[in-house]
């Protein structure tokens, strides 16, 4: 079976740098064979913050009086259900994610959904086990600053405290800087640079997903977004 790609761009802004990488890298997966949906964060709903307790968790099948989950937001979680892989595209935004990216993790990976507490423990049954993700951060700070000053919270906040607490697996984080001072052959050489992951993570393996926790709305299913990819000329330096 073919790979299933899910691809996030997690900007606000559209045609941004951000846009091309991730065009080059869905463009390369599906001429690899891999099938690849998008969520684009500059075109799609961002989800709004939550706003109660109940936002924040898949309703539960024995509490009817549990709110069902927004129509986007369980579309973009069946995107996660689907997916054997995750390629989460994002500019670095004082050392971290931007909020439209945080904001879309607060209410897609929800509590009984992507992950379950258990009682009396800490630990968590990881529910998106047998996943894998890849993560391509765009920043202008170098890269000895990202690891010593911001102890690199980006990479931090999505490798272990959202992806590795719900079971999905990080392959790989690239890290591209500095997009302030990059000249056309060196966004060039990024792009290609990142279509080659896509080949790469479009022929790996496939491995058994865990089942999806069916929501109230688990019959939505987002029609995969076409992106093309804009050559380095086109691809505006914004991150």
């Known amino acids: 079976m073919n790979r299933r790609v899910l691809v996030i761009v997690g900007t606000p802004l559209p045609d941004t740098l951000t846009h091309a990488l991730a065009g080059s890298y869905v463009d390369a997966a599906r001429a690899a064979g891999a099938e690849v949906r998008v969520i684009d964060l500059a075109h799609d709903p961002i989800p709004d913050h939550p706003r109660s307790r109940d936002q924040l ?55 009984g959904a992507t992950f379950r507490y258990r009682e009396r423990s800490p630990l968590s049954d990881r529910l998106l086990r047998g996943r894998t993700a890849r993560i391509v951060m765009t920043m202008d700070s170098p890269r000895f600053w990202n690891r010593l000053v911001y102890r690199g919270a980006a990479e931090a906040s999505l490798t272990r405290a959202t992806f590795g607490y719900c079971g999905v697996r990080t392959i790989g984080i690239t890290r591209l800087t500095p997009v302030r001072f990059s000249d056309e052959t060196a966004r060039r050489g990024w792009i290609e640079r990142v279509a080659g992951h896509g080949r790469t993570d479009a022929a790996s393996r496939r491995r058994a997903a865990s089942p999806p926790h069916r929501t109230a709305s688990a019959d939505a299913v987002a029609s995969p977004t076409s992106m093309s990819t804009r050559t380095p000329s086109e691809a505006v330096k914004t991150s």
């Open 57 to 111: 968790r898949a309703p539960r099948a024995d509490r009817p009086d549990d709110l069902p989950l927004d129509a986007d937001v369980a579309r973009y979680l069946d995107d996660v259900f689907w997916a054997d892989h995750i390629a989460v595209f994002h500019p670095q935004w004082w050392g971290t994610v931007p909020a439209a990216l945080k904001a879309f993790i607060d209410r897609v990976f929800l509590s």
